[in-house]
C-alpha cells in the first residue's frame, strides 16, 4: 500500500492506496500544481471508501466539488460535534459559504449516521483511531475541534492532527488512551502546516517521532519558522542520503510511503 501526503501548497491532502484496491482519503486541499483527485482518478480509481475531514477551512476541503463529482464516497468520517447549521452560521460569521463549503454542509447532511459494520471496506494490516475536541463544551473554533487520525500501516504509525493548536493538543493530551497511542508514532504531519500556533511542547513529552512533516507552501510569515521547535524532538530518518528531522511539501514535494 501507499501513503502520500501531496504537495497542495499551503493545504492538505492525504492519500492511501490499499494494495486490494481501497482508498482512505484526509482531506482534499489542492494547487495548480497538484491536484489528487486528478492524479487518483487517473489511476482508474473511482471510490473513496473512506474520507477524513480533519478541518472545516477552506485549504483542507477546496476540491471537495471535484471530489464528489468524480468519486463515490462510501465512508465520511468528521468531528460531528458539530452541526451543519451550527458550521454555516460559524463560516458566516467569518466570511462567506464558498462552494466548497457548501458541498461539506451537504455531505454532512447526507452522510448524517454511522455507517453499519457490514459496510466497513477491508484494509487489511491498516488500524485507527480518531480524537477530537467537542465544539461548544470545549471549543468554539475550527481549529481546535480538527479530526486528529493516528493510523498504522504495516507496523508504521502516522499523526495526521488537522490544524489543532496549543490549546486544544492540551486538552486531548487529558486523555490516557490518547497520551498512549501517541507514545509510538513515527511519522508526526505538524499541526496547521507546522505554523507556530500548531506547535505544543508538551505533545512531545510522550512521543519522540523520527521525522515530522510540514504541508504547507513557500515560507512568506515568521508563524512558519518552526523547524527548529520540531526538529529537537525528532530521531530523525535518512532521506536522499542525509539525515532529515523536518521535511516539507515545499522542498520535497509529494512524500509516499510504500508500507
Not at 3 to 29: A, R
Not at 227 to 251: M, P, Q
Request: charged content about 20%.
Amino acid at each position: 500500500m501507499k501513503l502520500t501526503i501531496h504537495d497542495v501548497g499551503h493545504g492538505q491532502c492525504i492519500s492511501l492506496v490499499h494494495e486490494n484496491g481501497n482508498v482512505i482519503l484526509w482531506d482534499c486541499g489542492h494547487s495548480d500544481w497538484c491536484n489528487p483527485a486528478t492524479i487518483l482518478y487517473s489511476q482508474g480509481i473511482k471510490t473513496i471508501n473512506r474520507l477524513f475531514i480533519t478541518n472545516y477551512d477552506e485549504d483542507h476541503i477546496s476540491d471537495l466539488p471535484n471530489i464528489i463529482s468524480k468519486f463515490t464516497i462510501k465512508i465520511l468520517h468528521r468531528n460531528r460535534s458539530v452541526t451543519a447549521e451550527q458550521l454555516r452560521k460559524i463560516k458566516q460569521d467569518t466570511g462567506y459559504i464558498t462552494d466548497s463549503m457548501q458541498s461539506m454542509l451537504g455531505l454532512i447532511n447526507t452522510y448524517a449516521t454511522d455507517v453499519r459494520p457490514e459496510d466497513n471496506p477491508a484494509f487489511p494490516n491498516v488500524s485507527y483511531t480518531c480524537y477530537c475536541n467537542k465544539y461548544g463544551a470545549e471549543f468554539s473554533d475550527t481549529n481546535n475541534i480538527s479530526l486528529v487520525t493516528v493510523i498504522k500501516c504495516s507496523g508504521t504509525k502516522f499523526i495526521i492532527p488537522g490544524d489543532v493548536e496549543t490549546a486544544g493538543w492540551e486538552n486531548l493530551l487529558k486523555n490516557d488512551t490518547f497520551r498512549a497511542d501517541i507514545s509510538d508514532v513515527d511519522y508526526f504531519i505538524a499541526s496547521h502546516h507546522g505554523r507556530e500556533n500548531g506547535y505544543c511542547e508538551a505533545v512531545f513529552s510522550y512521543c519522540k517521532p523520527k521525522c515530522f512533516i510540514f504541508s504547507d507552501s513557500n515560507v512568506q510569515h515568521a508563524t512558519q519558522e518552526t523547524t527548529n521547535k520540531y526538529n529537537k524532538h525528532a530521531s530523525g530518518i535518512t532521506f536522499n542520503g542525509e539525515t532529515r528531522y523536518v521535511l516539507t511539501t515545499r522542498n520535497d514535494n509529494s512524500l509516499t510511503w510504500s508500507l
